[in-house]
């Protein structure tokens, strides 16, 4: 069975940065591409970025490729969504998913998170 846990959140100032962490539970994690997403109050979730089980990378375009690092520790089953110069507009809860297709920006993971809440403000 495989789980999936986020953790790095916060409250923080706009202009900050934060990493967020994905640890995977259970089998096979290096044969698994790992998403990120968030969803604001109000509004859809949202893909932000994907690394593929042999670290391709992908971005939901080049403003999010510019300030965020996403990246994989297979030996310690986690993924990292590295995030700088937040805004308050990036304040959402912020979702990792695994699954074997990539690039996959759509909601079609097999396994998600619960979330991490990110909050921006001064």
């Known amino acids: 069975q495989v789980q999936l846990v986020e953790s790095g959140g916060g409250q923080v100032q706009p202009g900050d940065s934060l990493r967020l962490s994905c640890l995977f539970s259970?089998?096979?994690?290096?044969?698994?591409?790992v998403g990120w997403f968030r969803q604001a109050p109000g509004k859809d979730r949202e893909f932000v970025a994907a690394?593929?089980?042999?670290?391709?990378?992908?971005w939901r375009d080049s403003t999010w490729k510019a300030r965020t690092i996403i990246s994989r520790v297979d030996a310690a089953n986690t993924v990292y969504l590295q995030m700088n110069s937040l805004k308050p507009e990036d304040t959402a809860v912020y979702y990792c998913?695994?699954?074997?297709?990539?690039?996959?920006?759509?909601?079609?993971?097999?396994?998600w998170g619960h979330g991490t809440q990110v909050t921006v403000s001064s």
């Open positions: 998913a695994a699954g074997r297709k990539f690039p996959e920006t759509s909601l079609d993971y097999d396994y």
């Open positions: 259970g089998h096979d994690f290096e044969t698994y591409a």
């Open positions: 690394i593929s089980w042999i670290g391709n990378r992908y």
